[in-house]
Nanobody, 131 residues
Framework: QELLVESGGGAVQAGESLNLSCATT????????RAWFRQAPGAEREGIAC???????SYAASVKGRFTISQDNAKKTLYLQMNNLKPEDTAMYYC?????????????????????????WGQGTQVSVSA
């Protein structure tokens, strides 16, 4: 049983938008740091956005100003609104969650090792952006 399920990926042209969703039925979302990661072919998986238990958000420089992470705790759903998409945004996008108690500090909110060791992951949704 998957704890996190992403949806909303697709193929778009540069400049267009997509809104990814990540739903859970098992986790109490508000107790977790929730993040979006992405992995392009041949590249390492990277964290691009995070929302903390108090609602504080943070972004990687590559997406700041174009992507927005948000949540609906009542629906147990995490979102990633992606605007002005670029070909370099092409990747598999994953949502992940790690318990608040596991977070060692603000420097680790998008630390891949932390989420890999202690977090929960979805199966990913593909985003493809053509020029």
């Amino acid at each position: 049983q998957e704890l996190l399920v992403e949806s909303g990926g697709g193929a778009v042209q540069a400049g267009e938008s997509l809104n990814l969703s990540c739903a859970t039925t098992a986790l109490t979302f508000s107790d977790y740091y929730r993040a979006w990661f992405r992995q392009a072919p041949g590249a390492e998986r990277e964290g691009i956005a995070c929302i903390e238990t108090d609602g504080t958000t943070s972004y990687a420089a590559s997406v700041k100003g174009r992507f927005t992470i948000s949540q609906d705790n009542a629906k147990k759903t995490l979102y990633l609104q992606m605007n002005n998409l670029k070909p370099e945004d092409t990747a598999m996008y994953y949502c992940a969650a790690v318990e608040d108690a596991r977070m060692p500090g603000p420097w680790a909110t998008m630390d891949l090792g932390l989420y890999t060791s202690y977090g929960f992951w979805g199966q990913g949704t593909q985003v493809s952006v053509s020029a």
